[in-house]
């Protein structure tokens, strides 16, 4: 995928121009600003969680959050990092990536949920796409069929442009050895 179809609201992880202190900033003062909006509270754990889940564009699982956040809260407990979960999902602040049984931050605070996550099996990046085309054919396809869809996720995994680069320059190295 080119940098320049790369939708403005989506960061590009493999990009070394991108610089991921501004991105896990701006997802935090999104996130205050919605919640705010919606009346809700983004409560100290529930923005550790929401940061620890930003601090990389990799999915991560929840006993991962619970082994990062003990730090910062020593009494944390599994149903604490589960119930920060539930909220920053039942408000569309985080993606589950269902393959993975993992999260990962949602970069359309403000637009459509239903999204194509790219998960490179190399590096583990997991790029959030908004895809309308491809939403709105299936939205055509559950609407000719009367089928009423809680939520829709495509996950496709494979290997991001840097990865696949990398990969093609050690194929082509070892064919020239």
């Known amino acids: 995928m080119s940098k320049a179809n790369n939708d403005s609201d989506t960061p590009n992880p493999t990009d070394v121009s991108h610089d991921h202190t501004a991105c896990i900033k701006d997802a935090i003062k999104k996130a205050e ?22 601090e990389s564009h990799q999915a991560v699982k929840a006993y991962d959050l619970l082994d990062r956040i003990k730090p910062f809260n020593d009494s944390a407990k599994p149903a604490t990092v589960y119930r920060a979960l539930d909220f920053l999902l039942e408000n569309k602040l ?28 190399a590096c583990h990046q997991v790029q959030e796409r908004p895809a309308k085309q491809v939403m709105d054919a299936i939205a055509n396809e559950l609407n000719d069929s ?27 190295n070892e064919t020239v050895v």
């Open 33 to 54: 600003a919605i919640c705010l909006q919606r009346g809700t509270q983004l409560t100290p754990i529930r923005h550790k969680v929401l940061e620890l889940i930003w």
């Open 94 to 121: 985080i993606h589950r990536v269902e393959s993975m049984n993992a999260f990962i931050g949602c970069n359309h605070l403000q637009g459509q949920h239903d999204l194509l996550l790219l998960i490179c099996e």
């Open 146 to 172: 009367d089928f009423s869809a809680q939520r829709k996720t495509i996950e496709i995994h494979g290997l991001c442009h840097s990865c696949k680069k990398r990969h093609s320059t050690l194929l082509l």
